[in-house]
């Protein structure tokens, strides 16, 4: 007698799993693939913060070339806001001066050049009064002044 109480309780669980269960199950799990869940996880734990802008979230040297500054902030660990220049910038492209949020001071010293070269590969900037401290294809510079 115990057995069948057993077994009738158990199967009046089961009935817990309905359709409109199983349906709801069914779209989170097309929501999460969708939206790319997992591996947008993985980079968020596995990366800082200036990593994931300069690999994932922006363009490196291509576009607005935002991902080529916040390597450079990060690399030389830039305090004050260098001067950006922006060849490539397209009509509607706002200045990158918010990547250095924290200070707004210029440091007139260091210069950041995008999208140096035209069409025939020819420098559109002179670079004979700076330093090259980071060169990205010629493309995308990184200048200190002699």
């Known amino acids: 007698m115990a057995f069948r109480k057993i077994t009738k309780n158990l199967f ?7 359709k409109d269960h199983i349906i709801l199950v069914v779209l989170t799990i097309l929501f999460i ?3 790319d869940f997992f ?5 968020v734990l596995k990366m800082d913060h200036n990593t994931r802008q300069s690999k994932i979230a ?3 040297c291509e576009g607005t070339g935002t991902g080529y500054i916040f390597y450079i902030k990060k690399k030389f660990k830039l305090n004050k806001r260098p ?10 492209t706002s200045p990158q001066n ?7 001071e210029i440091d007139e010293n260091k210069l950041i050049v995008l999208f140096n070269l035209d069409e025939k590969n020819q420098f559109k900037f002179n670079i004979k009064n700076y330093n090259i401290k980071h060169n990205h294809k010629n493309d995308c510079l ?3 002044k002699k």
């Open 12 to 18: 009046k669980k089961k009935k817990i799993l309905t």
């Open 98 to 104: 918010w990547i250095f949020y924290q200070n707004q």
């Open 142 to 144: 990184y200048l200190t």
């Open 39 to 43: 591996r947008k996880s993985y980079f």
């Open 33 to 35: 693939v969708s939206i």
């Open 83 to 92: 001067k950006i220049i922006n060849y490539g910038g397209t009509k509607g």
């Open 58 to 60: 922006y363009d490196y």
